[in-house]
């Protein structure tokens, strides 16, 4: 059988996560820099400038990037905090993955300026809440597949998206055979860090295989993502498999030290 586990880390790894590795950090004692605050005072719109050039290096060629600050007032715009920042995005890849569409909105957050201003890293000190929703379309997930199909080792991989299930088919080796296999199913989350997949059946070389071979493969795979694993934590409430399309909503509560 192939390895679903090194496909669905892959995949999941750079579509959760990809987007959001640098943008996390926990510093209670941070204390904006004074000369920055000031270039901040004189020119605030360079905060959303430096947000934008930041994002367009995160993401490639988005073909659209919004970005909106809810200021709480002139001095905390100038040390770099908000009551908001939301993040709007369309048809930005990352790693040659394309996310159709990709909101985030950042609350209560204070961002670090000098790295900012300096670095173009967008970079919270701290915030209440992450919100996050992303879709992702049947058509760039194969896209990514067939990019992906040597280091997963699967010969034409490929994904098939309806309501509330996902087919996964492709070949590969099986000992010193090639097969062809095939395993529908829908995945789950596991107490808002886990992500499995259950299979409801599994083909090889167009045999259905029997309950207790697809429970071996399954279990070997499950979980296919634990969020312990990464430094930052994020919350996972739903996944939803639509026709062509994946969806999918996190929401973290963080810790808000700003200020203090």
């Known amino acids: 059988m192939p390895k679903p586990r090194r496909f669905f880390s892959t995949l999941l790894i750079v579509m959760v996560f990809g987007v959001l590795a640098p943008l996390f950090a926990d510093n209670a004692s941070y204390t904006p820099d004074p000369e920055i605050t000031a270039?901040?005072?004189?020119?605030?719109?360079i905060i959303k400038n430096k947000l934008i050039s930041s994002m367009n290096k995160i993401l490639e060629n988005p073909a659209t990037l919004t970005i909106e600050l809810t200021p709480v007032d002139d001095e905390h715009t100038a040390r770099?905090?908000?009551?908001?920042?939301?993040?709007?995005?369309?048809?930005?890849?990352?790693?040659n993955l394309t996310l159709n569409r990709a909101d985030i909105d950042f609350e209560d957050v204070q961002l670090d300026t000098r790295k900012l201003l300096e670095e173009e890293k967008i970079d919270p000190v701290s915030m209440s809440n992450i919100n996050m929703d992303v879709s992702i379309l049947e058509s760039d997930l194969n896209a990514f597949l067939e990019a992906k199909s040597k280091s997963?080792?699967?010969d034409r991989p490929r994904i098939e998206l309806t309501p509330g299930n996902m087919n996964l088919s492709g070949s590969t080796k099986y000992g010193l055979v090639k097969v062809e296999f095939g395993a529908d199913g829908h995945l789950s989350i596991k107490?808002?860090?886990e992500i499995w997949f259950h299979a409801k059946k599994m083909r090889v070389n167009r045999m259905t295989m029997p309950r207790s071979f697809v429970g071996m493969i399954i279990k070997k795979i499950n979980p296919v993502l634990d969020l312990e694993k990464f430094p930052f934590r994020l919350n996972l409430e739903a996944i939803e498999l639509k026709k062509g399309e994946m969806h999918f909503t996190s929401f973290r509560t963080g810790e808000n030290t700003a200020g203090k």
């Not at 270039?39 to 719109?45: E, G, K, L, T, V």
């Open 39 to 45: 270039r901040i005072a004189s020119d605030p719109a």
């Open 191 to 193: 107490s808002g860090k």
């Open 80 to 95: 770099g905090r908000f009551k908001k920042i939301q993040v709007f995005t369309s048809r930005g890849s990352i790693d």
């Open 152 to 154: 997963i080792k699967v």
